[in-house]
C-alpha cells in the first residue's frame, strides 16, 4: 500500500511570506501529526489531527497552524516566515491514536527560507 | 512526557550483534516504549514498541528492564543498512498523540 505522501518535497521562500505543506496518510489512517527537525533543535512535535480535531499541539508560536480534512489528508501552515523555520517538516501517519500502535512518517518537506 | 536517556553515538562491525540501551526512569505505567530510527534524508522508521514484555520482530528485539526504567534496543547481525540515528521515545498514556524525541544514538557500523 502507498505510503505516507508529503508535498512539495523541497520549497525556498522569501522572509514574510506564508507557506502551505501538504500530507497524505497511509488509507485508513485517522491520525496525523507533524513534527519539525532541525539540526540545533533535533525533531519537535508540532500538532496531532485525528479525525479533523486538533488533540494535542506542541510549543511552536501561533503562525504555525495545520488543519485536518474529512478524508484525513492535512495541511499545515506558517505565516510570516522566518529564516529560523528553515528545516525538514515531517508528517507522520497511525491507524489510530498512538500507543500500541506505530507511526509511518513521510519524507518531508524541506523549507528552505531567504 | 517522559524524558528518554540514549549515548550519544555507539559503534558496531557488520554481522555483530548491536545492544542499543535507553533509559526512561519517569515513563508511566499506560506508556508504550517506541524505538524509530532515521537514515540520512528520510524521515524515521518505526522499529518496534513495547509495554511490559520483551517484543521480537523482523527487524529487531526489544528488552525491557522488569521495572521498565530502561530498555535495550536489539539488532541481531548489524548491516551496513541498519548504519543510522536510533530514537527511543514513549507514546500512548502521557504522551497522547504525539512521540517526543530525544537526540537519539547514532549507531556507525564498519564492514
Known amino acids: 500500500k502507498a505510503g505516507v505522501t508529503q508535498t512539495p518535497r523541497y520549497l525556498i521562500k522569501t522572509r514574510g511570506q506564508q507557506v502551505t505543506l501538504s500530507c497524505s496518510p497511509i488509507s485508513g489512517h485517522r491520525s496525523v501529526s507533524w513534527y519539525q527537525q532541525t539540526p540545533g533543535q533535533g525533531l519537535q512535535f508540532l500538532f496531532e489531527y485525528f479525525s479533523e480535531t486538533q488533540r494535542n499541539k506542541g510549543n511552536f508560536p501561533g503562525r504555525f497552524s495545520g488543519r485536518q480534512f474529512s478524508n484525513s489528508r492535512s495541511e499545515m501552515n506558517v505565516s510570516t516566515l522566518e529564516l529560523g523555520d528553515s528545516a525538514l517538516y515531517l508528517c507522520?501517519?497511525?491507524?489510530?491514536?498512538?500507543?500500541?500502535?506505530?507511526?509511518?512518517f513521510g519524507q518531508g518537506t524541506r523549507l528552505t527560507v531567504v | 512526557d517522559a524524558k528518554t536517556t540514549q549515548p550519544n553515538s555507539m559503534e558496531s562491525n557488520e554481522e555483530e550483534p548491536v545492544h542499543l540501551p535507553c533509559n526512561h526512569s519517569?515513563?508511566?505505567?499506560?506508556?508504550?516504549i517506541h524505538w524509530y530510527r532515521q537514515l540520512p534524508s528520510q524521515g524515521p522508521e518505526y522499529v518496534i514498541h513495547?509495554?511490559?514484555s520483551n517484543v521480537n520482530n523482523r527487524m529487531a528485539s526489544l528488552a525491557i528492564a522488569e521495572d521498565r526504567k530502561s530498555s535495550t534496543l536489539i539488532l541481531h547481525r548489524a548491516t551496513l543498512r541498519d548504519a543510522a540515528v536510533y530514537y527511543c521515545?514513549?507514546?500512548?498514556?502521557?504522551?497522547?498523540?504525539?512521540?517526543?524525541f530525544g537526540q537519539g544514538t547514532i549507531l556507525t557500523v564498519h564492514p
Open positions: 513495547g509495554l511490559t
Open positions: 507522520a501517519s497511525s491507524l489510530v491514536v498512538l500507543g500500541d500502535t506505530e507511526a509511518f
Open positions: 521515545l514513549s507514546a500512548g498514556g502521557t504522551s497522547y498523540g504525539k512521540l517526543t
Open positions: 519517569t515513563i508511566s505505567g499506560t506508556d508504550y
